[in-house]
C-alpha cells in the first residue's frame, strides 16, 4: 500500500514524514495488514485526514485506536460505516449530545457529516489487529499523532479540542503551546466503565459551538443525517 497523506496534509507534516520513523511505521503496518485481519480498511487508513484538510480544521475529537470487531471501523474517530450497530461509545456520545443540545440519538454511526464541517475525528492510534484493542499502540502511531496536532497548533484559526479519557489527554500540554485561539475541554472517556464519572453532563457540543460563534466562526450542526447514502464516504 502506498503510505501516502493527502496532499494538503503531507505538506504540513513534511519534515515529520521524512524521518525513519515514518517508513518504519509504514513498514510494520504493511506488514500487519498482510499477516491478518486489521482495521479499518486500508483504504480508510488516513480518512479522517481526506475528510478534513487542515485549513478547515474547527474542532478535533480525539480517540484511542479504531475498532477492532469486523466492519465497524472506517477512519474516524468513534465513528463506523453505515448499518452497524452503534458500539457503546458512541451510543453514549449521542446521549450526551441529546442532553446537552436536544439533539435526538441518531441511529446511523457514521460520523462524515462532522467530518465534512471541520470536526477532525483523530485516533492516536490509527490501526488494530482484529479482536485486539491497542494491538498497534507500539507502532510508532503516537509519535506521528503526536506530530499533527503540534502542526495543528501552528494553524491560524481557532480550533476547539475534546479530550476524552486519559490517552486524549496527554495531547493537552502539546496543543497549549499554541499560541492561537484554542479550547481545549477534558474529561472522562465515553466508555460504559467511565461516562458516569464525569462524561455525562460534561456539555462539551454546546461549548464547542459557543466558543467557535465567539471568534466569528459558525457552530457545528451536529444532528447526523439517517440516510447512509448521504454518508457514503466514510463506509
Known sequence: MEFVLPPAWRALLREETEKPYWSALSKRVDEAYDAGEVFPPRSKLFSAFELTPPERVRVVILGQDPYHEPGQANGLAFSVRPGIKLPPSLQNIYKELEADLSVPAAKN??????????????????????????????????????????????????????????????????????????????????????????FFGSRPFSQVNAFLLSCGFPAIDWKIPEDAQNTALGG
Open 109 to 198: 454511526g457514521d460520523l462524515t457529516s462532522w467530518a465534512r464541517q471541520g470536526v477532525f475525528l483523530l485516533n492516536t492510534v490509527l490501526s488494530v489487529q482484529a479482536h485486539r484493542a491497542n494491538a498497534h499502540k507500539d507502532f510508532g502511531w503516537q509519535t506521528f499523532t503526536d506530530a499533527v496536532i503540534a502542526a495543528l497548533g501552528s494553524l491560524p484559526q481557532p480550533v476547539a479540542f475534546v479530550l476524552w479519557g486519559a490517552q486524549a489527554q496527554k495531547k493537552a500540554a502539546i496543543i497549549r503551546q499554541s499560541p492561537h485561539p484554542r479550547l481545549i475541554l477534558e474529561s472522562p472517556h465515553p466508555s460504559p466503565l467511565s461516562a458516569y464519572r464525569g
